[in-house]
């Protein structure tokens, strides 16, 4: 009886030790199946990152902890059916799942910071619960999935925004309001519909192969603006003002290869820092920016449409080149590309056009109303596009031509 009173508490103080041991190890830890992820259950929190191992099968609960110091990562784990966690709230570092082939359930009741997620190749996943909501994050990728929703996800700021192949997502709302860095989306569900009510500035921002897109609030795009090879209708942006940095010629705003577009709406802009292309939208018979006036690169317009409406053009820095298969007039536009110097570089503008082409693609082909020279002395436009940090996001923003 003595030996017994005297080994129980021993015990107690030898597993309360090993617990803290585990949790205060700033070392990758290792988790291969439930009975390794149950000792973490009286951690308050955990300093260093978890790893769930290859070999992890079946569900998978790491309860316990509300605070992941590091990363928490389930990588090439293809045995995994589901992860869950109702303790955890914040995860310091990166919340990485790759590769996860049986992964269809995957819930994090508490959930709500994290440093950045990264989501990809999980052919299996349909939706997220994460109830609480995360709304802090620095950077969200999610690429390669089956979710049909990013409920759950709705951060206020974010660096880096990256949604791309994931066939069944057909919406997108968030309420952020700056993105520092870029965002992008490609090759979604079908006819995507974008929504951001509260977002008011971004750095660079590209939308390849959507349905439609919302920014009611955007003011100020710091560098480049693309809408690509989308079903997009109708395209508005009523309060933004300025997309790029027009002293140093970084940042262009693009629309090209939009088969349904039949309206752009940028009342208010003013200035773009590069180039301005509206390029191959086959229904777009208008365009029109009438408060716009200053264009660091070149303005460049191929298409269908009437004549463009610029009436505040004071200052373009690069080409002109103006290509419809419509008549217009170029009059204005000829005037200002001589006498009073509002267009610098070499101009073109050309109607009636049996084919047309943007800067830098070939000779032109059809008789226009007027030109002043050939599209092989088309001028560059000169941006640099390539800004540092963005090569997570190919081939973003390639409005050069």
């Keep these: 009886m ?3 009173k ?17 949790c205060s190890q700033t070392a990758t830890a290792t988790i291969d199946s439930q009975a390794d992820a149950a000792a ?34 389930v990588k090439n784990a293809t045995g995994v059916t589901s992860f869950s966690s109702s303790t955890i709230g914040q995860i310091k570092g990166t919340f990485h799942l790759e590769d996860m082939t049986l992964l269809s359930s995957l819930k994090m009741s508490m959930l709500t910071a ?8 999980l052919p299996n996943l349909g939706s997220l619960t994460f109830p609480a909501t995360i709304t802090s994050a620095t950077s969200v990728t999610v690429s390669n999935t089956f979710l049909s929703t990013l409920a759950g996800l709705n951060v206020t700021s974010v660096k880096v925004l990256q949604v791309d192949n994931n066939p069944h997502l057909t919406e997108f709302t968030s309420n952020i309001g700056n993105i520092s860095s870029a965002a992008v989306f490609n090759a979604n569900g079908a006819d995507l519909a974008i929504s951001f009510p509260l977002l008011k500035w971004a750095s660079n921002m590209t939308f390849r192969d959507v349905g439609s897109v919302s920014l009611p609030s955007l003011q100020v795009i710091n560098g480049s603006l693309g809408f690509y090879e989308s079903s997009v209708e109708s395209i508005s942006a009523s309060n933004l003002t300025s997309v790029g940095n027009f ?9 090209v290869a939009n088969t349904a577009l039949t309206n752009i709406s940028m009342n208010a802009l003013k200035s773009v820092g590069g180039a301005a292309q509206v390029a191959n939208n086959t229904l777009l018979n208008a365009i029109s920016f009438p408060a716009l006036v200053d264009v660091g690169g070149a303005i460049d317009f191929s298409g269908n449409f009437t004549t463009p409406n610029l009436p505040a053009l004071g200052n373009v820095k690069g080409g002109f080149n103006v290509e419809s298969k419509q008549s217009i007039d170029c009059t204005k536009f000829k005037a200002e590309a001589s006498a009073s110097g509002v267009i610098q570089g070499k101009f073109i503008c050309e109607g009636n056009l049996d084919s047309v ?6 000779t032109t082909t059809g008789t226009g109303s007027s030109s002043t020279s050939s599209k092989g002395a088309a001028v560059s436009f000169g941006v640099n596009e ?14 050069l031509l």
Excluded: H, N, R, W
């Excluded at 769930?52 to 998978?60: E, F, N």
């Excluded at 002293?247 to 629309?255: C, E, P």
């Design 247 to 255: 002293a140093t010629g970084v940042g262009s705003l693009a629309f």
């Design 2 to 4: 003595l030996t017994q």
């Design 386 to 399: 390539a800004a540092a940090g963005l090569s997570v996001i190919g081939g973003l923003l390639q409005m």
């Design 114 to 121: 994290v440093k950045a997620i990264e989501f990809i190749s």
């Design 6 to 22: 005297l080994l129980l508490p021993a015990f107690a103080v030898i597993t309360a030790v090993a617990a803290q041991s585990i």
């Design 357 to 362: 082409s943007s800067l830098g693609t070939g």
């Design 40 to 73: 973490y259950t009286d951690c308050s929190s955990v300093s260093g990152s978890i790893l769930i191992g290859s070999g992890a099968t079946g569900d998978i609960t790491l309860d316990g902890p509300s605070t992941i110091g590091g990363d928490l990562t």
